[in-house]
């Protein structure tokens, strides 16, 4: 994760939107295997890019709702450890539009 976040910090914005497009792609995919590690990766991001993600409220909370929601055990639980992580580090007041995802 140090890497990531010195990438972060040389890196312009368009290679992370490029990269959070590509997540959300993979978001969409039928192969199970593509949603779950599109989960992953948003996982990992979370503490780098945060910011830039909350632009996207709406799509991470569909994206977490479609997910939580899918009948693969693993991308249940892919979905509710980066639900989790992104409640935990998002501001409060950024995670209204989240609450009906919780049980």
Do not use: C
Not at 23 to 33: D, E, Y
Not at 60 to 87: D, V, W
Not at 91 to 102: I, S
Request: proline residues 3%; glycine residues 2%; aromatic residues 12%.
């Amino acid at each position: 994760m140090e890497v990531q976040g010195a990438m972060y910090e040389h890196t312009d914005n368009n290679i992370w939107q490029n990269l959070l497009n590509l997540i959300f792609q993979f978001t969409q995919q039928q192969q199970a295997f593509k949603i779950e590690m599109a989960l992953n990766i948003f996982n990992g991001l979370f503490s780098y890019i945060l910011d830039h993600m909350m632009k996207f409220k709406a799509e991470l909370s569909g994206i977490f709702a479609q997910t939580l929601a899918n009948p693969s055990l693993e991308i249940k639980l892919a979905a509710l450890q980066a639900t989790s992580n992104f409640l935990q580090m998002a501001d409060r007041k950024d995670v209204k539009a989240f609450l009906p995802l919780l049980p």
